[in-house]
């Protein structure tokens, strides 16, 4: 299965990136990581995440949203998780990912927390 990344701007400092696929070691990830970067050296601090597309995910991707949510931080921003399936949402909790990022339902719910 194949990973695809699309990000879009909500407003300057805001946007939603929309992820598909696993989140597991390897060039897609990478790639992903690097466009997440890249949107917040241009101004997007606030993100969220929309997970709802993430099937699963290893170690490799959680080390990139701990690595997204200091890039965001460092910056004044925030991340906020969308539509984490079950599986991800266990996953999320058990690493305790859940206290440094909240999740929400979905990316409209994100937003809102967003304001």
């Known amino acids: 299965m194949g990973f695809e990344i699309s990000i879009r701007n909500i407003t300057p400092d805001t946007a939603v990136v929309t992820m598909i ?3 597991t070691l390897g060039t897609n ?5 690097a466009q997440i970067q890249e949107a917040i050296r241009g101004g997007a601090t606030r993100l969220v995440l929309d997970m709802s597309g993430v099937p699963y995910m ?3 991707g959680l080390g990139a949203l701990v690595m997204t949510h200091g ?3 460092a910056q004044g921003g925030v991340v906020r998780l969308a ?11 058990m690493t305790s990912m859940n206290t440094l990022m909240a999740m ?8 809102a927390a967003l304001g």
């Open 104 to 111: 929400d339902a979905d990316v409209a719910a994100s937003l």
């Open 58 to 60: 290893d170690s490799a």
């Open 71 to 73: 890039l965001a931080k």
């Open 83 to 93: 539509g984490a399936s079950e599986r991800v949402a266990t996953l999320l909790t």
């Open 29 to 33: 990830l990478k790639i992903a990581d």
């Open 21 to 23: 696929g696993p989140l």
